[in-house]
């Protein structure tokens, strides 16, 4: 009997037994189905493979990782860094939110009661669904002319984009068909049949002409109702089975949750050095299983390869690929996993040289751009840096000029190899004393290996010191007792030769009771403050862009106006991101009368590296573009007089930048506290 | 069809539609099927497409090495060739007849 | 000797042109097919008297084809005699295309290949004394075996090739067993009812796959520039003709014993009825009697032509031999369930050779061998080339020992 024919809540009754019930049957069966295969693959694809990595801890600080978790999730709280493709992935995934969860009311809303009588619940969840699927649309239309029509250069197609799109497409659009077939045949006697609760779905009902004569009209609806759930059906049974990027639903929620909460730029220090037989990685299983998830969360969306300066100078450095190559390894690797084989732990194909070249992995700067963008937070750097590890402690594979540091590291505590006895010459002109003459002080200056043999930043140690001693700051330095921090070591993948000068400093630096460390040099700063800490040195280490803006806001420092300059300040990365510190040096700037602060494209999270980190300074760069001398075109485009740095290295790079390009009288490079020092004489002085 | 409810908009598209019922000839009724049926075909041989596609790229995930590749594909296509022949046939068939 | 398998070039002009060919023969089958679907069953020359027509015939000779290629190449991996390595891949691929086609025809023979699915869904389980519900497991899983079978071979994995070999073989007895014993079983069909049916089949398969085996292997392998080792083909005439006698044997049995309980006159239908061309001339003839001749007498029996004769002769006229079990027997009037028939459509005992049925056979028939071909240019499915010495292989050739 047909429902139009019967009052209206029988009617309904009637819709619920023949149509809606079945489909919550059948629904239910698919639904475990499905489950239970996602069970499986998960542990036989994913998880037995994690587990062959190296053990890490990543699961203390529950709460912590939950808010992170949801912020993202929820807030994308990445992906709008970017506004288009951003708001792209928030439309679809906010419209499958909402497609889900009307669905999933209306589904069960027979068992709880909820549509006898129709409840605003259930009204409010159908016009959920319509919703979503109109956003899904929305988003879906962005990604795909984005993707197709205007080919930005990080997005590299698969097979599998094309598949993902058109089924998706499918889906939403046999959806919206199925609910206006149904609603044609019940000739819109339920409630939700309304444009207020369905508006797609309604006008679709009258703009669809394909309704004839009764008995082919349920059977029209079961088709459309097949058409619907099969490709739904394929959908998620291929996500389950295939790599397909579609698992970043459940994997990058997982890579989010289990993300490093240690402090960002910190490298892990080898485990059990003195009784370890390797150093680094040479197959894909010595990395840790946190690592290999890094590998599979990732979505090949490109974000790290737009901003990182190694790719943008066009050398062969792009982390999209390095996750990517190493992904690929893994899965055929761990291909024997699937038929109940077991893997050779040891095969002739080492990832760095083979899956990763070499001169991708010495193109690295560290500057931590990628993972920073990344939306999943996956960081590339450390993987780069135990394949680095491997070539330098077991093979000795590194580029040659860096053989010459290494050596002055050990021998001279210095990367240039210059007699350390000179260390402290330029502060003898100041008449600073070293902790042995007096170790009483409030605390150590650590001027670091640039300001102790470099003439140029020796000037910044010496503004330095004119300002401590002008605000009235007992300090001392170790003098010739400072080694170098060793963090170019560390960064080159000489994990020894680091701990042999981290160990030495840390015993210096204990002996004379030292609490607090000032330091000028962001490498030294980073390494002091954060990894020091894993060699038992626990001290409090300030950088000197705190320290002057805390003097500032004191206003234990009186500036006066100097003449009208522009300048853009270059964060340091390993001030910036490695630290979180962006601000105070901006404060510093814009606390002196006569700067105007402008600031480049690229600042802040997403400032454009010198070029100088990850070890680089002291090797040559053969390929591609000088990344110093693009970070100059981008100031020089400003139209700025000064950069404003706070990093010795960065100093020096974007010095030689500026003789590079030829623009010396255009624009000049100065260290923060050479600009703060020349605003604090007594007469103003031009810069 | 579903209650207008006052909306502006489904007044306006029924009026339409009254209108174009009552001018549209029975060739245009069915040259609409053949629409209809056309975007039928295309939307059933999308799923198809990423049946098929779907199935090649799991297959290589779990391990078919990629020299069997070009032939899954050509015996794939053909299978496609024919499940839209028979497509094409059974919609012709039974496709129901349109009313605007 | 390690053996290395290739494809083929597949640029000449007269492979192109075969691909072409073969190609515009599939899209008949498309033609055909909407034509067909359409129209309805009317269109061919089926009735409801002889209700399997030229589609079922195809069905069942290509099923006995595949079965008996995968039996061949079992000599190689499953019997372990090397000197039939250089066709086993060719035999394996060629059962499972020829398995694909006799489901093409089964599935068109439906009318409404869509509902296709009932079978699984609703018959299953529910009905499994009919021997279309046994039938349809045995194909899937012997579809399923043999693509598996090829995959180890191409992967190079002998024992593993060797095991499901030998499941293979086993499976492929039951699955042409299990064919004829569809027709076998039906009791009000005197033509079709016996118990040795099934082993008729087989028997029929055997040589029909034998002969396709070797006539494939000559003309795959002079089209393509490969020597053949003549004992190779001679081996395999020697095995064929063996499998002619047990043909023999069984059809004569077969038929011998129908001229006893319950009568003889369906048996005299089929001797002398409108069909008995079928059944002397392709059957009798030239599916035994000519091949048997060409294969026993000594100048032509160790000769390649003689046995390149003798297999085509077997290929028709096992055709000829399906075609005379089908027709003559869905032709002879059932004397069991008299009146339940009400009216005849077309003529009574004449079934006509229609185009849109010719067709549809003709484009399937072109379908397989353009994937064969295909197939050829893009797996590794023939030996190299150059420098193949049969001579230098381990181990005799068994088959030529036994026939002396």
């Known amino acids: 009997m047909h429902s139009s024919h019967l009052p209206f809540w029988a009617a309904q009754q009637l819709v619920i037994d023949e149509i809606f019930l079945p489909i919550l049957i059948g629904f239910g069966v698919i639904f475990l189905g499905l489950t239970a295969l996602f069970i499986f693959f998960f542990w036989r694809t994913h998880y037995r493979l994690w587990l062959l990595g190296k053990p890490d801890r990543c699961s203390d600080q529950v709460l912590k990782r939950l808010k992170t978790l949801l912020a993202v999730t929820f807030g994308h709280v990445r992906f709008w860094k970017e506004s288009l493709p951003g708001a792209m992935h928030f439309f679809i995934f906010i419209g499958t939110l909402l497609i889900f969860l009307g669905k999933g009311i209306r589904l069960f809303s027979f068992l709880t009661g909820l549509t006898i009588p129709p409840q605003t619940i259930y009204l409010v969840a159908s016009l959920m669904s319509e919703i979503g699927g109109l956003l899904v649309l929305l988003g879906g239309g962005i990604a795909v002319v984005r993707r197709y029509a205007f080919k930005p250069s990080r997005l590299d197609s698969k097979p599998d984009d094309k598949l993902k799109y058109v089924l998706g497409f499918i889906i939403l659009i046999t959806g919206y068909l199925v609910k206006s077939y149904r609603m044609a045949i019940t000739e819109g006697t339920l409630p939700t049949d309304s444009y207020v609760w369905a508006p797609v779905s309604t006008a679709l009902t009258n703009i669809m002409f394909i309704q004839t004569s009764e008995p082919l009209n349920d059977l029209l609806v079961w088709h459309r109702v097949l058409i619907h759930a099969i490709p739904a059906t394929i959908l998620v049974g291929y996500m389950i089975v295939s790599h397909s990027s579609l698992q970043h639903l459940f994997l990058s929620p997982l890579n989010i949750y289990f993300r490093s909460l240690k402090q960002k730029g910190a490298l892990n220090p080898i485990p059990n050095f003195e009784e370890a037989e390797t150093y680094g990685a040479k197959e894909i299983f010595e990395l840790t299983w946190k690592q290999l998830l890094d590998l599979e969360a990732c979505t090949n969306c490109g974000r790290c390869q737009d901003h990182c300066p190694a790719h943008l100078s066009q050398k062969p450095l792009s982390p999209k690929k390095v996750i990517q190559d190493l992904k690929t390894n893994l899965h055929q690797r761990g291909r024997p996993l699937l038929w109940g084989g077991s893997i050779q732990k040891e095969s002739n194909n080492s990832i760095p040289g083979e899956v990763v070249s070499e001169d991708s992995l010495w193109a690295c700067t560290f500057c931590l751009n990628c993972s920073e963008q990344c939306p999943v937070f996956i960081p590339s750097y450390d993987k780069i840096i135990e394949m680095r590890r491997y070539l330098v402690l077991m093979e000795a594979r590194y580029p040659s000029e860096v053989r010459e540091v290494f050596r002055n590291m050990e021998r001279k505590s210095n990367p240039w190899g210059i007699e350390k006895g000179i260390r402290s010459d330029w502060a003898k002109d100041w008449g600073v004393k070293t902790l042995a003459e007096d170790p009483e002080v409030e605390l150590l200056y650590y001027p670091g290996c640039f300001k102790g043999f470099d003439d140029r930043n020796k000037k910044v140690a010496i503004s330095m010191v004119r300002i401590l001693r002008r605000v009235g700051v007992k300090f001392g330095i170790l003098g010739t007792e400072e080694g170098c921090c060793g963090d170019p070591a560390r960064r080159i993948g000489n994990e020894y030769l680091y701990k042999m000068l981290a160990e030495g400093n840390i015993e210096t630096m204990k002996r004379y009771r030292v609490k607090k460390i000032l330091t000028t040099c962001p490498h030294c700063y980073n390494t002091l403050k954060n990894e020091y800490t894993q060699f038992g040195g626990n001290f409090e280490v300030i950088h000197q862009t705190e320290f002057l803006n805390d003097l500032i806001q004191q206003n234990r420092l009186k500036m006066r106006e100097i003449d009208p300059t522009t300048v853009a300040y270059h964060d340091s990365c390993y001030l910036g991101r490695f630290n979180n510190i962006y601000e105070p040096p901006r404060r510093i700037l814009s606390s002196i009368p006569g700067i105007q602060l402008k600031e480049m494209e690229r600042s802040h999270h997403r400032s454009f590296c010198c070029g100088g980190g990850g070890g680089r300074m002291w090797m040559e760069e053969h390929l591609g573009k000088k990344i110093n001398e693009m970070r100059i075109d981008q100031a020089i485009k400003l139209g700025v007089h000064v950069i404003a740095t706070a990093c010795p290295y960065c100093t020096t790079m974007l010095t030689d930048g500026v003789k590079a390009r030829g623009v010396e009288e255009k624009v000049r490079v100065l260290d923060i506290s050479e600009l703060l020092e020349t605003s604090l004489a007594d007469e103003p002085k031009k810069i | ?100 | 000797m390690q053996r290395s398998y290739v494809t083929i070039e597949g640029k000449s002009r007269g492979y192109y042109l075969l691909v072409t060919l073969l190609g515009l023969g599939s899209v008949l089958l498309l033609v055909g097919f909407i034509v067909s679907y359409l129209k309805g069953q009317q269109v061919w020359g089926v009735s409801n008297i002889i209700p399997w027509g030229q589609l079922i015939i195809f069905y069942i000779y290509f099923i006995g084809l595949s079965a008996g290629a995968i039996i061949i190449s079992s000599l190689s991996y499953v019997l372990k005699w090397d000197f039939y390595k250089p066709i086993t891949r060719l035999a394996v691929f060629m059962g499972i295309l020829l398995m694909l086609g006799a489901m093409f025809f089964v599935f068109v023979d439906l009318g409404r290949p869509e509902k296709f699915w009932r079978l699984f869904a609703y018959y299953f389980l529910n009905n499994m004394t009919s021997m279309f519900v046994i039938n349809s497991i045995f194909y899937v899983v012997y579809m399923t075996l043999m693509v598996f079978y090829l995959w180890l071979i191409f992967e190079n994995k002998k024992r593993w090739a060797a095991i499901v070999g030998t499941l293979d073989v086993i499976w492929a007895i039951s699955v042409h067993m299990g064919t004829g014993a569809i027709f076998g079983l039906i009791g009000n069909r005197e033509i079709f009812f016996s118990p040795i049916k099934p082993f008729e089949f087989l028997a029929a398969a055997l040589t029909s796959g034998t002969s396709l085996i070797i006539l494939t292997t000559l003309g795959t392998f002079k089209f393509t520039g490969r020597n053949i080792h003549k004992d190779l083909i001679l081996s395999l005439g020697n095995l064929l003709s063996w499998l002619i006698y047990v043909l023999l044997v069984l059809v004569f049995v077969d038929k011998m014993t129908h001229f006893y309980f319950p009568g003889r006159d369906p048996v005299l239908y089929l001797f002398a009825g409108n069909y008995w061309w079928l059944f002397w001339l392709f059957q009798i003839g030239m599916g035994i009697l000519i091949p048997l001749c060409l294969l026993i007498h000594p100048r032509t029996k160790r000769t390649m032509k003689g046995v390149s004769f003798a297999s085509l002769s077997v290929m028709i006229g096992v055709f000829g031999e399906r075609a005379a079990l089908v027709l003559p027997g869905t032709a002879y009037p059932q004397h069991f369930f008299p009146g339940f028939i009400e009216g005849m459509w077309g003529k009574p005992e004449i079934f006509p050779i229609t185009v849109w049925e010719s067709l549809l056979c003709l484009g399937i028939v072109s379908y397989i061998a353009l994937l064969f071909v295909l197939g050829l240019k893009f797996l590794e499915i023939l030996p190299a080339r150059e420098g193949e010495d049969m001579a230098a292989l381990e181990g005799s050739n068994p088959l030529l020992k036994a026939s002396g």
């Open chain 2, 1 to 100: 069809m579903a209650e207008p409810d006052h909306c502006f908009i489904c007044y306006f598209a029924i009026g339409l539609l009254q209108v174009v019922n009552a001018l549209v000839s029975e060739e245009l009724k069915m040259s609409l099927r053949v629409v209809a049926i056309a975007i039928e075909v295309i939307i059933l041989m999308a799923m198809i497409y990423c049946f098929f596609l779907g199935l090649k790229l799991t297959l290589s995930d779990l391990g078919l090495q990629p020299r069997y590749d070009r032939f899954l594909k050509l015996v794939l296509t053909t299978l496609g060739i024919f499940i839209l022949t028979f497509f094409i046939a059974h919609l012709i068939l039974f496709y129901p007849g349109i009313i605007p």
